[in-house]
């Protein structure tokens, strides 16, 4: 099993298109090595733009070369960018619908000891928040390419969330299913449907196995794609399973919890459930070590579903 970054696999694909596609741009905000973007800028220096720490203008100046025909890839941390930059994501970049994909990179709990200065836990809630943003959180380096293929192919503004470490696959090289804007079925199951996206998709999967042993069938479904989200599969999850549980690493307020709950409400017959992070500056540490004290683990998911089933 490999374990790259995402963010890793965001360069590798873009200094691959750009060989042959001079529309493609990224821009920085002083971040190109925590971006894992320094190989971009060094072979591709004519089609990189080093902003400085001013996100504002980061995505600003990204929205003005995308009306010039651009394909800009703005990044910067998750936490900066969802925050700093939220007036200039609305504005110049959603309500012109300019042709800029915002990427926040060490999203969530990445940053780990910094602290909730650094944490992004409500930036779904906040680029979801805006019309005509579209907001993506893979899962793993394989699904993150075709994401990232996908989004060089359409001129729609998005914000693409993803973590700082490596992480581990979820799908396999050749096996990579995918259709934009749809949930992946990554397990399928009867009794109880785990609805993930990013670096708890894994986690999930790894608690389906766990409940599978004590004779639970686990559906898990991969909802990369918070907004626009899967509505079809989720109404599917609330009428071919008995209860629902959501697993982000996030805010309970106004993430994927909030509007798989909100299209599950329509039906009125299943029950969901939201793992997430808690409403208050969460602890110190690494990632997994915020993960474990949380139960945003495998072991934590599955002892969740027991206590529901």
Known sequence: MSKIANKQEICNVLLEQAANDKDIVVLCSDSRGSASMAPFAKERPEQFVEVGIAEQNLV??????????????????????????????????????????????????SYGALGMTHHSANDIATMASIPNMRVYIPSDHFQTRKLIEALLKDEEPSYVRVGRNA???????????????????????????????????????????????????ARVLDMYCVKPIDADAVFKAVTETKVIVTVEEHTKYGGLGSMVSQIAAEQGSCRVVNLSLPDEPVVTGKSQEVFDHYGLNADGIAKRVMELI
Do not use: H, W
């Open 167 to 217: 992480v581990a696959d979820v799908y396999e090289d050749g096996n990579v299913p995918f259709v934009m804007n749809q949930a992946t079925l990554v397990e399928a199951g009867s009794d109880v449907t785990l609805i993930a996206c990013g670096e708890m998709v894994k986690p999930a999967k790894d608690a389906a196995m766990q409940l599978k042993e004590k004779g639970i069938s």
């Open 60 to 109: 600003s100046i990204s929205a003005g070369l995308a009306s010039c025909g651009k394909k800009a890839f703005a990044v910067s941390p998750a936490c900066f960018l969802s925050t700093r930059s939220m007036e200039q994501a609305k504005v110049d970049v959603a309500y012109s619908r300019t042709n800029v994909t915002l990427v926040g990179i060490s999203g969530g709990v």
